[in-house]
């Protein structure tokens, strides 16, 4: 057995290393993509409310009927900063959509109800972690 090992050692270090770098690869996707988190700091243990915080944010994405114009975006802009606590938001009535940024994930009843408040027609919820 020690011969065995004296005379393969550089292919046991070279095979060992390349395990250490898969691995270190694979963890890193799954860093990036959150690890399963939603957003939801419940879903991933409240590690993002930390002390030091979290390096992701939760892009929600609202498909809304109805909007025909800047002012149509700006209402519904207007409507969602009153309501929630948003790092951006950005309402195009060419496409539709309202994206917001903000720190954890927005309640989704609230959200429907703040949009039906408004006149408009929410079609459609969508969240995604964002860095």
Do not use: P, W
């Not at 770098?21 to 963890?27: G, P, T």
């Amino acid at each position: 057995m020690i011969e065995f090992l004296q005379q393969n050692i550089y292919t046991i270090i070279v095979l060992a290393v390349l395990i250490i770098i898969v691995a270190l690869i694979i963890r890193s996707l799954v860093n990036k993509k959150g690890g399963g988190c939603t957003g939801d700091c419940s879903s991933c243990g409240g590690s993002c409310s930390s002390a030091g915080g979290s390096k992701y944010m939760v892009k929600t994405t609202l498909a809304i009927d109805g909007m025909m114009c800047s002012m149509c975006e700006s209402h519904l802009q207007d409507a969602i900063r009153a309501n929630f606590d948003v790092k951006k938001v950005k309402a195009s009535h060419q496409k539709g959509t309202i994206i917001i940024i903000s720190k954890h994930r927005l309640d989704e009843e609230k959200l429907k109800n703040v949009i039906r408040e408004t006149g408009y027609t929410l079609q459609n919820i969508q969240f995604e972690l964002a860095m």
